[in-house]
């Protein structure tokens, strides 16, 4: 029998002491520092969520997470209140299809392409599209056979700048050995959808093949990719994936005999786990579990084989879904209790962070004046036609996120600079909507190509990461002038 694989920072100061009050009253955490996370100081930053699917992550820190019935991608920052980003046209959700995987083009500054998978009445396909258009898609794969389960759905880019795919076998277990479908496969495909060169089998998007259904994609320190799967009634695996490989499904399930497929480096149960999302950082990959309701640590070992898994969360927050490493160096799980397997609490469904072993132990989002976040916006100086703005919206040990928001205040413009100072010898490392020089301490900003046009009244926001010593004191002024 089938088992069901279901499935800036500017708010006021109520909003901020409710998301702090939910953060000490979660539940309390099962392990202690594992992986390089403290598990004893997981803190529920989300709640409301209508069963997530995926996350990914926008440069300026907030995540896109999709939620598989609704069809929509919400906006997720922590502390605050989702909101809707877009409403994707054309999704079919029944059973376990619907919205699934989410992936943010790594040239997102430049493109503003959101890749997401989902079952229409149809098919399962791949598209892109821009936040403030989705329903003008890119188809870039379709065909995708689709059913009410086994859909697969993960979607993520790997360090070569492909984008990888996860299907399921659609409950056609035949699909998964067919190197003519795509069902059961990996498959690899330029960002425009095209054959990248380097795949195994000539002109085809297939990657390896053999799979039951892949839900979870990460890659080591090294670019060796790993991918969970669900078993059928025995046992459930994590798999490195190479290319070419053939995983053994329908023939076996978990460790197969005779050699002529490879195994998996990771087994469990199904009660044990029922493996989702997928995430690696430190030498650990992390592992959501549905049926499990638990996540499972694994140590990557040098040769990309595992050590000891241990679990995490443990029942502490029901079925697990997504995970991933955020860019302020917290991880990331969503759940999925609503999903019509779970047993949801009012909170349901949330998204719990662990911050990495060693970050300030207050919460992320805090009412008090400290330099862990700074809610505050710097004094703006009106210049010709424009103001600007400078705020913190994440900060951990020796690095924050900030923003650059640009209004104009004048006639329609075509080009914006912002320059303000930092007082505390903070260095930016890296920027999108906007292009930085910086001398010592004084940092000039010009607008993109793509958002240097400003109607009257309108905004744009340069996002940034930065490194700090001592104390990340805001700059006192921000000027900014229009041409």
């Not at 098919?123 to 599209?129: A, E, G, I, K």
């Not at 403030?132 to 070569?160: K, M």
Request: proline share 8%; hydrophobic share 40%.
């Amino acid at each position: 029998m089938p088992k069901r694989s279901v499935p800036a920072l500017i708010v006021t100061v109520c909003a901020t002491l409710a998301a702090v009050l939910l953060a000490v009253a979660s539940p309390p955490a099962a392990g202690a520092l594992t992986g390089g996370f403290d598990f004893t100081r997981a803190q529920v930053s989300v709640t409301g969520l209508q069963v997530p699917w995926a996350m990914a992550f926008l440069p300026d820190g907030s995540a896109l997470v999709t939620e598989r019935n609704t069809a929509r991608v919400m906006r997720v920052r922590p502390g605050t209140t989702p909101t809707v980003a877009a409403t994707v046209p054309g999704v079919s959700a029944a059973g376990e299809s619907g919205l699934l995987g989410v992936a943010v083009s790594p040239s997102y500054a430049q493109d503003q392409w959101v890749y997401v998978y989902f079952t229409t009445a149809s098919d399962n396909r791949v598209v892109r599209f821009r936040l403030t258009a989705p329903q003008t898609q890119q188809v870039l794969l379709s065909g995708i056979p689709r059913a009410n389960f086994h859909d697969g759905g993960r979607i993520a880019f790997g360090p070569d700048g492909m984008l990888y795919v996860a299907t399921g076998d659609a409950g056609v277990t035949a699909n998964a050995q067919n190197l003519n479908t795509p069902a059961g496969k990996i498959l690899r495909m330029r960002p425009d959808g095209g054959v990248p060169p380097g795949n195994p089998f000539g002109d085809s998007l297939v990657y390896s093949y053999g799979h039951r259904n892949v839900q979870g994609l990460a890659w080591d320190d090294q670019g060796r990719l790993f991918a969970t799967e669900f078993g059928q009634n025995t046992w459930d695996e994590i798999n490195q994936i190479v290319a070419g490989g053939n995983y053994g499904w329908p023939t076996c399930e978990g460790v197969c005999s005779g050699g002529q497929f490879r195994n998996p480096v990771v087994t469990w149960s199904t009660a044990e786990s029922s493996p989702s999302g997928l995430a690696y950082a430190n030498g650990t990959l992390f592992a959501a579990a549905l049926r499990g309701t638990r996540l499972w640590t694994v140590p990557v070992t040098a040769s990309g084989g595992a050590g000891t898994p241990v679990a995490e969360f443990q029942g502490a927050y029901g079925r697990l879904r997504a995970v991933a490493v955020g860019p302020d160096g917290w991880l990331w799980v969503a759940t999925s209790n609503r999903d019509g397997r779970g047993s949801p609490v009012a909170a349901d469904d949330r998204i719990i962070r662990v911050p990495p072993d060693g970050s300030d132990p207050t919460p992320t989002v805090t009412p008090t004046v400290t330099p862990t976040v700074t809610p505050t916006v710097t004094p703006t100086v009106p210049g010709a036609g424009c103001t600007a703005s400078y705020r913190v919206v994440n900060q951990w040990p020796g690095g924050f996120q900030g923003e650059l928001t640009v209004r104009n205040t004048g006639p329609a413009t075509a080009s914006w600079t912002a320059a303000f100072a930092f007082p505390g010898g903070q260095t930016i490392s890296q920027m999108w909507g906007g292009r930085h020089t910086q001398t010592g301490a004084s940092v000039t900003v010009r607008n993109e190509a793509w958002n240097g046009s400003l109607a009257t009244g309108g905004t744009t926001t340069a996002s940034f990461n930065a490194t700090w010593t001592g104390t990340n004191a805001t700059p006192s002024t921000v000027t900014c002038t229009t041409t």
